[in-house]
């Protein structure tokens, strides 16, 4: 595995991040089969949010789970995202909401704190003020350590943090081999004749680079939004060739190789998997060894369907 430490945030945290997103569908004993499968493998840090599941059903499992794996709370980051409220169709950032879901989200992980909050995606009627309100309350009352966003442009964050006076050095977005567009636009900049152009995130990744702010990102295996795994997918031939073929070469799975690639970027980020399948978990980790030169880097990003402008 490898570590890193994030600025102002928790240090030695694995580069591989487990996500809880999936832990709904387990047993209490298949759960704490996974979270003991990722701790063995160096994963330190599990990802969850308060929309897992039903109820928040996610935390409340991993929490059932946990006792069954010998593991230490304080040998784990335990991060939790609000802020997203799919059972009443809106995003809330209001300082009640942010307060009580986190109180939510400690009865449910059956913990004093959250190492890491984020605030999932942005309400679009935030008021900066009262999401500081909210920080400091939080941290006052030791509830939270270190504080984060997710899916937030630059200009977003730099509006957050005209207020709010805890460092904010997390952004979890969107990031795999098929989903690159936090990487394609700056490639393609101000070309007309693709879409891989267009700037969707305000160069949201140069913008952390530039502040120390930690990537984290979701969905690494996944097309599309939820599309699906395109691991073993027929839908992308030329990409399961190439990682097939590196996979070979380094003895690792093709899985592995895809995590290699975001792990190989020079922003130094994380990777948030999903997989709740022990086997999956192992074969994955094994990403942390593998050595993509500066031209397998760019063979994938182009076996996956872009061009050279
Ligand atoms: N901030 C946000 O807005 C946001 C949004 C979405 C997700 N997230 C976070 O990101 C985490 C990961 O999301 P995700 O589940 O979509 O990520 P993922 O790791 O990209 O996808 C996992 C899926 O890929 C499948 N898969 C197929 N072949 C696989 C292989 N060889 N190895 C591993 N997996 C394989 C898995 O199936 P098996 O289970 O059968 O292995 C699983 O269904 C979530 O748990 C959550 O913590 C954050």
Same mark, same amino acid.
């Given at each position: 595995?490898?570590?890193?430490?994030?600025?102002?945030?928790?240090?030695?945290?694995?580069?591989?991040?487990?996500?809880?997103?999936?832990?709904?569908?387990?047993?209490?004993?298949?759960?704490?089969?996974?979270?003991?499968?990722?701790?063995?493998?160096?994963?330190?840090?599990?990802?969850?949010?308060?929309?897992?599941?039903?109820?928040?059903?996610?935390?409340?499992?991993?929490?059932? #789970?946990?006792?069954?794996?010998?593991?230490?709370?304080?040998?784990?980051?335990?991060?939790?995202?609000?802020?997203?409220?799919?059972?009443?169709?809106?995003?809330?950032?209001?300082?009640?909401?942010?307060?009580?879901?986190?109180?939510?989200?400690?009865?449910?992980?059956?913990?004093?704190?959250?190492?890491?909050?984020?605030?999932?995606?942005?309400?679009?009627?935030?008021?900066?003020?009262?999401?500081?309100?909210?920080?400091?309350?939080?941290?006052? #009352? !030791?509830?939270?350590?270190?504080?984060?966003?997710?899916?937030?442009?630059?200009?977003?964050?730099?509006?957050?943090?005209?207020?709010?006076?805890?460092?904010?050095?997390?952004?979890?977005?969107?990031?795999?081999?098929?989903?690159?567009?936090?990487?394609?636009?700056?490639?393609?900049?101000?070309?007309?004749?693709?879409?891989?152009?267009?700037?969707?995130?305000?160069? #949201?990744?140069?913008?952390?680079?530039?502040?120390?702010?930690?990537?984290?990102?979701?969905?690494?295996?996944?097309? !599309?939004?939820?599309? !699906?795994?395109?691991?073993?997918?027929?839908?992308?031939?030329?990409?399961?060739?190439?990682?097939?073929?590196?996979?070979?070469?380094?003895?690792?799975?093709? #899985?592995?190789?895809?995590?290699?690639?975001?792990?190989?970027?020079?922003?130094?980020?994380?990777?948030?998997?999903?997989?709740?399948?022990?086997?999956?978990?192992?074969?994955?980790?094994?990403?942390?060894?593998?050595?993509?030169?500066?031209?397998?880097?760019?063979?994938?990003?182009?076996?996956?369907?872009?061009?050279?402008?």
């Amino acid at each position: 595995m490898k570590y890193l430490s994030i600025k102002n945030g928790p240090q030695n945290v694995s580069a591989v991040i487990q996500g809880c997103m999936r832990m709904p569908a387990l047993t209490r004993e298949e759960a704490a089969k996974v979270i003991r499968t990722a701790f063995d493998c160096g994963i330190n840090f599990f990802d969850h949010a308060t929309c897992y599941g039903e109820n928040g059903e996610a935390e409340t499992r991993f929490a059932e #789970a946990f006792p069954l794996t010998g593991i230490r709370r304080e040998d784990i980051v335990l991060q939790s995202k609000c802020g997203l409220c799919f059972d009443r169709n809106e995003f809330d950032w209001t300082k009640e909401n942010i307060l009580s879901s986190v109180d939510d989200s400690l009865r449910r992980l059956k913990t004093d704190h959250l190492d890491t909050l984020l605030l999932h995606r942005p309400d679009l009627l935030f008021e900066p003020e009262a999401v500081a309100a909210a920080f400091d309350a939080l941290e006052q #009352a !030791g509830k939270v350590r270190f504080f984060g966003v997710s899916n937030l442009m630059p200009m977003q964050i730099e509006l957050l943090k005209k207020y709010v006076k805890q460092p904010l050095q997390i952004n979890q977005v969107q990031l795999s081999l098929e989903q690159s567009q936090l990487i394609d636009q700056a490639l393609y900049m101000n070309n007309k004749t693709t879409d891989f152009s267009v700037s969707r995130d305000g160069s #949201a990744l140069d913008y952390c680079r530039l502040h120390d702010i930690t990537v984290q990102a979701w969905s690494p295996l996944q097309y !599309g939004m939820f599309g !699906g795994s395109f691991i073993d997918n027929p839908q992308f031939p030329e990409l399961n060739r190439v990682l097939a073929e590196i996979a070979e070469r380094e003895q690792v799975s093709k #899985a592995a190789v895809a995590i290699a690639w975001i792990l190989r970027h020079p922003a130094n980020m994380q990777a948030i998997i999903g997989t709740m399948n022990p086997a999956h978990i192992t074969d994955i980790c094994a990403a942390c060894d593998v050595k993509l030169s500066h031209h397998d880097w760019y063979t994938l990003y182009l076996a996956s369907g872009k061009f050279l402008p």
